[in-house]
């Protein structure tokens, strides 16, 4: 039976219920004051009342599992977030908020919006350093979209983002929309998120052999000698992200304003780390998307003014 037949996906009662027992495994916690005693939250019923209305005998306030989290003053059924979130967790290279907005029936800019909102929610806040003793990470940077007010141009990579991503073999991975690809802009990232423990492994670019002597050791393939596997020296699993991420950002979204780049990659990285080799299917990963809601908030006002 279809993962999506399960009644959260269909029913607005249960889609509450499933994201309670993710947000509020404890039991309802109050969001204005902060209140987790049960016997003083109650339940609000009646004819007129919202579903999954709650309020708490200590502030006097009415709220539900959705204040405080990507989700709230949302009009949108919660139903059909836990469909929008399951078909962006699901979706390898991801999927057109157009094609959401024929599949839920949902204005365009709705489907936009909530596909930023999930993404915000998919952003990790884990910034603990990658690898470690006996780990290897890989690093390398590649050229995206135009910059603003740039004109196209053949060769090079100067009118195009950069975007830098380091990548655990048999982990996880964590990119950065940088301004160049540069020893000043790249090498403060590599420093505070990789772990001195590390085998570092990148190709010859010159960015890296000064920061490749703080990690336990420091290989590099020389791509323009067309080398690119040494025994165990490559950056094939940092480029078979990039694979992934160019295929979904040129084939399904074709095009992202610089000032939503960051979100993309949140997406990306998320889906990543939590894929199923690492034993997450795509129940266990919009699950994860879903736990990833709290205390974001972003406003339409804030995010609208250049759909991408």
Not at 22 to 33: M, N, R, Y
Not at 272 to 282: E, K, P, Q
Request: glycine share 8%.
């Amino acid at each position: 039976m279809s993962i999506l037949s399960e009644p959260h996906f269909h029913n607005e009662e249960a889609a509450f219920e499933r994201l309670e027992a993710i947000v509020w495994p404890e039991g309802p916690v109050c969001p204005k004051c902060g209140n987790c005693e049960q016997t003083r939250i109650t339940r609000v019923t009646g004819a007129t009342a919202r579903t999954g209305l709650r309020r708490c005998l200590e502030c006097k306030k009415q709220f539900t599992v959705k204040v405080g989290t990507v989700f709230e003053s949302s009009h949108v059924p919660l139903h059909k977030w836990w469909q929008a979130a399951h078909l962006l967790a699901s979706s390898k290279k991801g999927i057109s908020a157009h094609q959401l907005h024929r599949t839920l029936q949902v204005q365009y800019k709705t489907a936009w919006f909530m596909f930023h909102r999930l993404r915000e929610a998919m952003r990790s806040g884990d910034f603990s350093p990658m690898g470690g003793e006996g780990k290897t990470v890989e690093v390398d940077e590649t050229y995206i979209g135009r910059l603003k007010g740039q004109p196209k141009r053949r060769g090079g990579g100067s009118h195009k983002n950069v975007v830098l991503t380091l990548v655990e073999r048999g982990g996880i991975a964590r990119s950065f929309h940088v301004d160049g690809a540069t020893v000043a802009r790249i090498v403060p990232l590599v420093r505070s998120n990789i772990a001195k423990e590390t085998a570092l492994m990148t190709d010859e670019s010159n960015v890296y052999p000064r920061v490749g002597t703080e990690f336990a050791t420091h290989d590099f393939v020389t791509h323009k000698d067309s080398e690119y596997v040494r025994g165990s020296v490559h950056t094939n699993t940092v480029e078979g992200y990039y694979s992934i991420f160019k295929r979904g950002m040129k084939g399904v979204y074709q095009h992202c304003a610089e000032h939503h780049l960051h979100r993309y990659l949140a997406e990306f990285d998320f889906r990543y780390s939590n894929r199923i080799a690492l034993g997450v299917d795509d129940n266990n990963r919009t699950v994860k998307a879903m736990a990833g809601i709290v205390g974001k908030r972003l406003k339409y006002r804030d995010s609208s003014w250049a759909l991408a």
